[in-house]
């Protein structure tokens, strides 16, 4: 039996914008859902948190709601990546309009590139509007525009991948809620998101630096205020290679079909 997608790169003529396009809009026509919900959830995080501790200095400098702010856009993007990806493909499993997808002529990159950068554009689009609205509370600075940009790349990247990895392997619902209770959630609100790690004891300060959703928080952070918990540098070394394994890990699965043939 041949391969359920094809072993070639993306080419000219592909049907990878036309499968990019349609998970673009799976998620737009729900905008109220997809997006506007997930804002109006970190809204209440800050409305919340910012009131109960607005007179904590965080840094020595930075007021509470400032430093939260960047934390809240950054977990926004993280989750709905890995919920645009996940959701996605359990959906075309459960209903089973999968096979309408698998039998065109897709490459397992193609396949890949078009769930994770639709996967990006979500976390994007919902990551600004978070900033949009949270500004209005507290206008964070924007000391170095460009590791903003890297990190939220690279996080949502990462996500998306990870959405895709759990959305192979869940078989139901019901797994792929376990998959983002008791691995996504956990380690995005235990990543400094809501406090700095310095506040926290030694020993768990040495936990947090074993969770790779620290360093993708904290390089964020670094971005608008130019201070961080640990160098931006070694934050960006490990996004990158925690990127590249959890993208060669989605690869390899599509590639072999895993779970997707039956």
């Given at each position: ?5 094809k ?5 000219y ?5 036309t499968?990019?396009?349609k998970?673009?809009k ?27 501790l ?9 007021n ?7 934390g ?8 709905n ?13 459960v ?9 065109a ?19 994007i ?12 509370f507290?206008m964070?600075s ?6 903003i ?12 991948s990870?959405?895709?990895?759990a ?21 995005t ?17 040495v936990v947090?630096?074993?969770?790779p959703f ?44 895993y779970?997707?043939?039956?």
């Amino acid at each position: 039996m041949k391969p359920i997608l094809k072993k070639l790169p993306i080419s000219y003529g592909s049907g990878f914008p036309t499968l990019l396009r349609k998970e673009i809009k799976r998620f737009y026509k729900v905008g109220f859902q997809t997006v506007a919900a997930p804002v109006l959830t970190a809204v209440l995080y800050l409305m919340i948190f910012g009131h109960v501790l607005e007179d904590k200095e965080v840094y020595g400098r930075l007021n509470y709601t400032a430093f939260l702010t960047p934390g809240l856009v950054m977990m926004s993007i993280l989750q709905n990546a890995f919920a645009n990806t996940s959701s996605s493909l359990i959906q075309s499993k459960v209903t089973g309009n999968l096979v309408f997808v698998l039998l065109a002529p897709f490459s397992h990159l193609e396949f890949y590139a078009a769930y994770v950068l639709a996967a990006v554009f979500r976390g994007i689009v919902v990551g600004a509007g978070v900033l949009l609205i949270t500004a209005w509370f507290s206008m964070p600075s924007f000391e170095y525009p460009l590791w903003i940009m890297v990190f939220a790349l690279l996080g949502a990247g990462i996500l998306g991948s990870m959405g895709l990895i759990a959305g192979i392997w869940a078989d139901k619902y019901d797994q792929l809620a376990a998959f983002q209770n008791f691995i996504i959630m956990p380690a995005t609100m235990l990543s400094g998101v809501f406090y700095s790690i310095h506040s926290l004891p030694a020993a768990w300060q040495v936990v947090s630096h074993f969770n790779p959703f620290f360093y993708m928080i904290d390089g964020f952070r670094y971005g608008f205020f130019g201070v961080s918990d640990i160098s931006p540098w070694n934050s960006l070394a490990i996004v990158a290679c925690f990127f590249v394994l959890v993208s060669a890990i989605a690869l390899r699965l599509l590639q072999k079909g895993y779970k997707l043939r039956n």
